[in-house]
């Protein structure tokens, strides 16, 4: 399977010098961009063969690590700390998201952001069944914006969404990772939630408690739990 897996990445033409592949990743650059402060150091986790997140961060005077099982497997990376950490259309193909989000929280510095970008099946303009992403098939995990709800006030994160499955976690400047637990009441209070033109919005989906099955998903035609 990896060897498969990672015959379909080689396919993708991921490329600096790309316009339009920039544009494309500048809807979690433009964002994450604005909360660093001057000098933050990033990891962009999961680069791909052609990495040009961390480039985008670099030439705006933010250094980036990249991290990639096939392409840029650096275990000493990953025992260090970041001051921001980027993660873009890599979640769906996670065979345990969980671990590594977690392994995420203890990447990132108190005060530090995750930004990460992937589609949101709940946010799809068709039904499950039909909806293209996951005719992919090295795509075994998704998500919907309860998900990631439910995962900030999990680990007491504060979350931003931006439309097109943009989302950005800051780690608070206080707490021990190793402190975090999932939190035992039902919490009805929305999660912030951004527009695109950085106006928060109200959000009236009905958060749920974390559990596997809404947060993983196996590669078939049923839809997972929204």
């Known amino acids: 399977m990896p060897a498969k897996e990672k ?3 080689d396919l993708h033409q991921n490329n600096p ?21 001057p000098g933050a150091c990033g990891l962009d ?35 260090k700390q970041y001051d ?12 345990r998201p969980h671990e590594e989000f ?13 930004g990460i970008m992937t589609q949101l099946h709940n946010e799809a303009s068709v ?9 992919d098939e090295t795509h075994i995990a ?10 900030g006030r999990t680990y007491g994160l504060l979350l931003e969404y931006y439309s097109g499955g943009i989302l950005l976690f800051q780690i608070p400047e206080k707490q021990d990772t190793k402190s975090r637990s999932p939190s035992r009441r039902q919490d009805t209070n929305a999660d912030p939630v ?5 106006t928060p919005i109200a959000d009236t989906s009905t958060p749920s408690f974390f559990n596997r099955s809404m947060f993983s998903c196996p590669n078939t035609s049923s839809p997972p739990p929204r």
């Open 194 to 198: 951004v527009s695109p033109g950085n």
């Open 84 to 95: 921001f950490l980027t993660c873009s259309e890599t979640m769906e193909h996670l065979r």
């Open 17 to 37: 010098a790309d316009l339009k592949y920039r544009k494309f990743l500048s809807r979690l650059f433009r964002p994450l961009e604005k909360k660093l402060l």
């Open 7 to 9: 015959a379909r990445y």
């Open 102 to 114: 977690e392994q995420f929280l203890h990447l990132v510095k108190p005060g530090g952001w995750i």
């Open 142 to 151: 998704f998500f919907s914006r309860r998900t990631f709800q439910t995962l």
């Open 45 to 79: 986790f999961g680069c791909g063969p052609g990495p040009t997140l961390s480039v985008m961060f670099e030439e705006s005077g933010y250094p980036c690590d990249n991290y990639d099982l096939y392409y840029a497997a650096e275990p000493a990376l990953l025992k």
């Open 127 to 135: 039904p499950f069944e039909r909806w293209h992403y996951k005719d």
